[in-house]
């Protein structure tokens, strides 16, 4: 058993995670490992969507736990938790449980003990099942969205020493979703930034709605429009 120093960046649950997951990858270091494989159940990919939903985060919280992230595997996102139990009866093995997941102080399992039974009663069962279905989908799209979107950066963006630039009236041309995603994954190429998506609208209003207005002042980087192109420099 490996103990690991939790910091509180980002709240107790998040900081645990990053944690786990950095002492993960120091054992997969020490012992030539191939594939970390994580025990995550479609119940917990159904508490993900639900989280992401209630949070307002926007549709890349919606996708759920992606099954495969560089070396970490999640086999188990499509087989409920009640059915590993089970195979671990069936099995002669005794599964340890997280003490932290009887905790009603955090919100997942608030959502795993009271939000997830109500919804399965009121709407006839099947609720985590659906949840798991929208993810798989809603990442399917964003999955081709990014493709696009890359396609297009090549043909749009012009690198210069303080930054790059892009051409407003070619980006205009695009579904909105196709062209808030330009914007945000230029920016996070270039300056390692994520954008919010009210301020990823901020930019974007530079090329649908111009008439004039100043520059942008965001965290990490200033945005302005000179003549055809909107320009992105370092703060």
């Known amino acids: ?104 102080r ?24 659906a949840l798991t279905r929208t993810a798989d989908q809603l990442r399917e799209d964003a999955e081709a969205l990014a493709h696009f979107a890359q396609e297009q950066i090549g043909d749009l963006v012009e690198h210069a020493e303080a930054g790059l630039s892009l051409e407003a009236e070619a980006l205009r041309a695009n579904p909105p979703a196709l062209r808030q995603r330009i914007i945000r994954l230029a920016v996070q190429s270039e300056f390692h930034v994520s954008l919010t998506r009210q301020q990823t609208l901020e930019v974007s209003r530079l090329v649908t709605d111009w008439h004039g207005q100043g520059p942008l002042d965001l965290p990490g980087l200033k945005v302005h429009r000179e003549g055809r192109r909107i320009y992105f420099t370092a703060a």
């Open 1 to 104: 058993v490996r103990r690991v120093t939790v910091g509180d960046a980002g709240g107790p649950e998040a900081a645990a995670r990053q944690a786990r997951y950095a002492e993960l990858m120091r054992v997969r270091k020490e012992t030539g490992a191939s594939a970390i494989l994580l025990g995550h159940t479609l119940d917990d990919q159904a508490e993900t969507v639900l989280l992401g939903l209630a949070r307002g985060s926007g549709a890349e919280s919606l996708w759920g736990m992606h099954p495969i992230i560089g070396p970490m595997r999640r086999p188990l996102l499509q087989i409920r938790r009640d059915s590993t139990h089970s195979a671990c009866q069936d099995q002669g093995l005794e599964p340890w449980s997280d003490p932290h997941n009887m905790d009603e």
């Open 106 to 129: 955090y919100t997942r399992v608030r959502i795993r003990q009271r939000v997830l039974p109500v919804l399965d009663e009121e709407l006839g069962g099947g609720v985590a099942l």
